[in-house]
């Protein structure tokens, strides 16, 4: 039932022409002439003012504000896309058949699990693969044979059946598929799940299934801990993988992604813990060295966005807390004569892929998975969401869901997009910063074993290669180590220095806590002046033969690093202010005339790591390595590691502790002549 007013809402204030937008005109119209008058006809049984009256408290929060507007006229807005609306603020979607293009909302099928889902899944990937619309998404000659066929393919798949199969999934080799048979295969991105687990003291020959049984969680052992775990293959029972994997052994996130593929229409899924033997060393290794092109070259990935672990699901029915709400629409404008519904709002984009709506975007190893697949299907609890290279789309909104406008070229925010080849953005200085953006967001995440930070970035690092042609050294890349080093800790006092040792001082990987390049990354944009750090020597030790690649390079796990670098040095004992409050990135005002505002961001602000420096005897120096500007003409801000000695003032090895920059510097170039020239290790 509706009231009279609800039934004569006058669409065309409620949805002005392009034309009018354009011009300035908001969306708006009046509807009830108080909010009494509203909850009076809600209370006779208007089903579109009850909806309106049970979300004003969700909306405002004051109940002051809640009475003072009961004698206030009712305004109906619309957020449209890419037009700002003042004053707009809602908790419902509008929403219509496919055949009234004029509102972008669409119907979201209750069940995940159905042909309905999966015809909308099928039409975006149509779309993507075969329209010639998607400018971003068209793949290479590498990606794909002159038959249409993907050229890599992973060492193991799990053949579901046909799409109507009744027969459980089996593991195959790939390599026995044929030629002339479709290939092309669903990847799932998922959580494996299970307790915490505290810092594993275990070297890196050490092998996944070994780490997982010798790690210790850090609450007491329950049976959930045992139940979390996903089903997996080892070399005990591959034979047996090989000729059966009953459908009511698998996880239900596993049996929900078996569903998934099927209803696209394909025959073959990845899931890690299945394709790879967990407790073979050599094959994990041999394959998460591979796991760039497992992603990059899949037909569609399946990520399990709501899913804490294997056994919850992702197609889980979805429930309206409120029955959407039939409204009539006349527009004489467009001569329209229709009808449209209001439902509850679903969250945004954002909301959906963030935590804690989203449980892989803590996990380090799904970022490689969600920037390298070229096309995404998220599974949330509300709706599926659509990513690939040329849009994001959501199923309840058939409108592409438009890039932030403040994101930059070298955003990682801007996901898979950021990774394609554009000509009007694409450089080498763009792909370094896309690089930092990419570590300043996979520094924050989490992963249960130390060691894999830079296995579970091997297939991001491999891409990133290629474009740069560059040398890739412990987590930076050699042609742009002036800006590399130049990284900080965002929360100095909650930082930890990782043991056992997992990478060099100088690399963003030796601390446990985001870092980021600089104080925004427009202050290293453009490095100038005449004084810069040279670059001698970089060694690197891989800690396994794995992951080495061209002329040595290494992208795996290292045992050891040093770096050699000669520069423009000054120790720091006669500022015997240095590191009061060390821990904190702060300013300190004119202490010398010819010094201005210097900014200091120590890694590790802990106190016993202070105490330990004091107690060795550890002395502090700076080496100025650049001076970078945002504009062509700002002035210079020179940057400086913060190096710290041996024990005892040991000085044949140093580490990196900290960055140092100085704005509103007097003649620099003067100053820096001043310092002494010295060549020094940093491990």
Not at 239 to 262: A, C, E, H, W, Y
């Amino acid at each position: 039932m509706l009231c009279s007013v609800c039934t004569s809402i006058n669409i065309d204030e409620l949805i002005p022409p392009e034309a009018r937008l354009k011009e300035g005109i908001l969306s708006g119209t009046r509807h009830h002439g108080s909010f009494k008058e509203l909850q009076a006809a809600a209370a006779a049984g208007c089903e579109f003012c009850a909806m309106i009256d049970n979300c004003a408290p969700q909306l405002i929060t004051q109940p002051m504000i809640l009475r003072r507007i009961q004698e206030s006229p009712i305004d109906l807005k619309m957020h449209l896309k890419g037009h700002a609306n003042k004053g707009f603020r809602g908790a419902y979607s509008v929403i219509a058949k496919p055949d009234l293009s004029l509102i972008s909302g669409r119907p979201i099928s209750s069940d995940p699990d159905s042909e309905a889902s999966f015809d909308v899944a099928k039409n975006w990937i149509d779309e993507c693969r075969d329209s010639g619309t998607h400018a971003y998404c068209r793949a290479g000659p590498s990606a794909i044979s002159s038959e249409g066929q993907p050229i890599f393919l992973p060492t193991r798949l799990i053949d579901i059946g046909a799409s109507n199969s009744l027969e459980d999934p089996k593991l195959i080799l790939s390599s026995s598929i044929g030629i002339k048979d479709r290939r092309d295969y669903a990847a799932l991105s998922h959580c494996w799940g299970g307790a915490k687990f505290a810092q594993i003291e275990m070297g890196p020959d050490a092998s996944f299934a070994e780490k997982l049984q010798n790690a210790q969680p850090e609450v007491p052992v329950s049976s959930s801990f045992v139940t979390a775990k996903p089903l997996t293959t080892e070399s005990t029972n591959i034979g047996d993988r090989m000729k059966s994997i009953p459908m009511n052994i698998l996880p239900k996130t596993f049996q929900d992604s078996v569903r998934i593929t099927r209803g696209l229409g394909l025959r073959y899924l990845w899931i890690d813990s299945l394709c790879i033997i967990q407790d073979s060393k050599s094959d994990w290794e041999k394959e998460a060295a591979t796991m760039a092109g497992i992603y990059k070259h899949s037909y569609v990935t399946i990520a399990a966005e709501s899913s804490p672990d294997s056994h919850q699901g992702v197609l889980r029915p979805r429930v309206n807390s409120i029955a959407p709400v039939e409204l009539p629409i006349s527009s004489k404008i467009r001569g329209i004569e229709a009808t449209m519904f209001v439902r509850v709002g679903t969250d945004s984009w954002e909301t959906n892929l963030t935590s804690p709506n989203s449980k892989l975007c803590s996990r380090a190893w799904v970022l490689q998975e969600s920037l390298l697949a070229p096309r995404t299907i998220h599974f949330c609890e509300q709706q599926m969401l659509w990513e690939c290279r040329s849009c994001s789309l959501a199923e309840g909104d058939m409108s592409p869901i438009p890039p932030t406008k403040t994101e930059q070229p070298w955003s990682w925010s801007s996901s898979k997009r950021f990774l394609a080849i554009d000509d009007k953005i694409q450089s080498q200085d763009i792909s370094y910063l896309q690089w930092y953006s990419i570590i300043a967001d996979y520094s924050n995440r989490k992963m249960t074993f130390s060691s894999d930070a830079f296995p579970a970035l091997v297939g991001l690092a491999t891409e990133f290669r290629a474009r740069l042609h560059d040398q890739y050294v412990a987590g930076l890349w050699q042609g742009d180590l002036h800006r590399g080093l130049l990284w900080i800790v965002d929360e100095p006092e909650y930082a930890v220095i990782i043991k056992p040792y997992r990478a060099p001082s100088w690399s963003w990987a030796s601390i446990v806590g985001q870092v980021r390049h600089g104080v925004g990354l427009a202050y290293l944009l453009r490095m100038v002046g005449k004084h810069r750090a040279e670059i001698l020597q970089v060694n690197i030790s891989p800690a396994t033969t794995e992951n080495t690649l061209v002329k040595g390079e290494h992208y795996g796990a290292i045992s050891s690093a040093s770096l050699t670098i000669k520069g423009r040095w000054k120790s720091t004992d006669q500022w015997p202010s240095f590191e009061n409050e060390y821990y904190h990135g702060y300013v300190v005002l004119d202490f010398d005339d010819s010094i201005g505002v210097m900014f200091r961001y120590f890694c590790c602000g802990k106190e016993d790591r202070y105490l330990e420096r004091h107690d060795n005897g550890r002395k502090l120096s700076l080496l100025h390595i650049a001076d970078w500007v945002a504009g062509a003409n700002d002035p210079p801000v020179p940057y400086f590691l913060v190096l710290e000695s041996g024990d005892g003032g040991n000085e044949s090895l140093y580490q990196r502790v900290g960055v140092v920059f100085i704005n509103s510097l007097k003649n620099l170039d003067d100053w820096l002549e001043e310092w002494e020239v010295r060549t020094v290790t940093i491990v």
